[in-house]
C-alpha cells in the first residue's frame, strides 16, 4: 500500500489493510510513504502494517481559479522542477525497493508518493490499484491511471473517465471505529475524553494537517460561543503545524476559567471518538471526512477548501449542501469575516432539533461498507479473477 500527505489519504488505506487482515489474517501488508510526510507515523504505528518504507515524491502545485498566474510565478516554478527531479529519484527507489519487496498488488489512494511506486510496478509487472474518493480523479492517478490494473471509486462509475471495463464502484473506506454512539455509551466517551461536565460539543478540525482559515475563525468565534453556552466544550484539531500558535491564541482570548472548556490538539489518532462525543462539527469537505461524519450522522458545519485541484471539496460540499445535508459556509466568507461561523453555530445549538435532522440527512448518504469490498476487490485481482462490476 501506498499513500500519505493527508488524513484523508491515509485513514482509507489503513481502512482497506484493516479489513484485508479481517478476512486473510495470513496477509503480509507493507506501506510505502512520501520521504519526509509529516503524517507517515500514522501508518506506522497502525497494527496491521508490517513494515514500512519511504521514497521520494513530489508535487505538481496547480490551484483551482488561479489561471494562468500561477505559471508565471517564479517560486511556483521553482517547486514544480525540484519535484520533478524528487518524482525521478522516487521511480529509481521504488524500482530498487519493490524488486526486493515484490508484492502481489499494490493499492493507492492517490497522492504524491503513488506516481513513483506506481510508475515503477509497471515498469516491474505488478498490477495496482488505484481509488479515488471524489468526483475528481485526483492527478496522481490520472498520470498512473492508464497501467492500473483496475479503479476503484467512490461514486457511480459513470461519473469517470476511466475505462468502464475496468472500473468498480466501493465507497469510500473507513475505519469501522466510526459508527453512531448515544445514550449511556456517549456519556461514557465523553466521561473518557474529560469532556463529562459538557452539555453540548463542538467539535473544529481542518484534516490531519490543520486548516488555517478554519483555525482563526473558531479562536475569533468561539469565545462568543463559550458565554452564550455555559454548557459548551470546544475540541479544536488544529494541525500539528499550528497547535501552538492556536494554544496561545486561546490563552489570549480567553479568561482562565473558559480556557479548560476548550481543548486543543494539533493531530488525533481517535478521530473518531472525539467526533461520536460532538454534536456538531465545523470540517473542510474532504470525500473521507465527510464519509466518516455520515456513519456517525454528524450535524456538520462545511468550509471547502478553495484552492484544492480541480476544486474537488467545493463540489463535494455542493453536493451534500444541494441535498441539505450539511450547512456550507465559503472559504472566502470566513476570509473577510472571520466571525461568519457564528449564524450556523447558533442556529443549531439553538435548536437542537435541526443538530439531529441534518445529521440525520447525512447519515442517508454513509456507505459503511466500502472498506470491505475494496478488500474483496484486491484479493480477487490477486486471484486472477475479474473484479470490474
Known amino acids: 500500500m501506498t499513500s500519505g500527505g493527508s488524513g484523508g489519504h491515509i485513514t482509507p488505506v489503513l481502512a482497506v489493510a484493516r479489513e484485508l487482515k479481517k478476512i486473510r489474517p495470513d496477509a503480509v501488508i507493507e506501506y510505502i510513504s512520501q520521504t519526509g510526510d509529516p503524517l507517515a507515523d500514522v501508518a506506522e504505528q497502525d497494527k496491521n502494517i508490517a513494515r514500512m518504507y519511504s ?27 525540484r519535484d520533478a527531479i524528487f518524482v525521478l529519484v522516487g521511480i529509481v527507489q521504488s524500482y530498487v525497493l519493490l524488486g526486493k519487496l515484490r508484492p502481489d498488488v499494490i493499492f493507492t489512494r492517490g497522492s504524491f508518493v503513488s506516481v513513483p511506486v506506481c510508475l515503477a510496478a509497471r515498469l516491474r509487472g505488478i498490477p495496482y490499484i488505484t481509488h479515488d474518493s471524489d468526483a475528481i480523479p485526483s492527478l496522481a492517478n490520472r498520470i498512473i491511471a492508464s497501467g492500473a490494473r483496475l479503479h476503484a471509486v467512490a461514486m457511480p462509475k459513470e461519473v469517470y473517465n476511466y475505462p468502464p471495463d475496468k472500473t468498480v464502484t466501493v465507497g469510500v473506506p473507513i475505519s469501522d471505529n466510526f459508527r453512531m454512539v448515544a445514550g449511556q455509551e456517549l456519556a461514557g466517551l465523553r466521561a473518557q475524553l474529560g469532556l463529562e461536565d459538557a452539555t453540548d460539543v463542538l467539535l473544529v478540525t481542518g484534516g490531519g494537517n490543520g486548516a488555517q482559515r478554519i483555525n482563526t475563525a473558531a479562536v475569533a468565534c468561539v469565545p462568543e460561543l463559550l458565554k452564550r453556552y455555559p454548557g459548551l466544550y470546544v475540541v479544536h484539531v488544529a494541525g500539528r503545524l499550528e497547535e501552538q500558535e492556536v494554544r496561545r491564541q486561546y490563552k489570549q482570548e480567553l479568561p482562565p476559567k473558559e480556557q479548560k472548556r476548550v481543548v486543543v ?66 472559504d472566502a466568507t470566513l476570509q473577510d469575516d472571520p466571525h461568519a461561523l457564528m449564524p450556523p453555530l447558533t442556529d443549531l445549538f439553538d435548536h437542537p432539533e435541526k443538530i439531529a435532522a441534518l445529521g440525520k440527512k447525512l447519515a442517508q448518504l454513509a456507505q459503511p461498507n466500502a472498506a470491505h469490498l475494496l478488500a474483496v ?13
Open 55 to 81: 521514497v521520494r515524491a513530489g508535487k505538481f502545485r496547480r490551484y483551482h481559479g488561479e489561471g494562468l498566474k500561477q505559471l508565471l510565478d517564479v517560486e511556483t516554478l521553482y517547486k514544480n522542477l
Open 377 to 389: 476487490v484486491l484479493l480477487e485481482v490477486v486471484k486472477g479473477k475479474p473484479a470490474a462490476r
Open 265 to 330: 490538539k494539533g493531530f488525533v489518532g481517535n478521530m473518531h471518538q472525539y467526533s461520536a462525543a460532538a454534536d456538531v462539527v465545523v470540517t473542510r469537505a474532504g470525500a473521507t471526512t465527510m464519509a466518516e461524519f455520515a456513519v456517525q450522522a454528524k450535524a456538520c458545519v462545511v468550509v471547502p477548501a478553495p484552492h484544492l485541484t480541480g476544486g474537488h471539496q467545493l463540489k463535494n460540499a455542493q453536493v451534500l449542501a444541494d441535498r441539505k445535508a450539511v450547512r456550507l459556509v465559503a
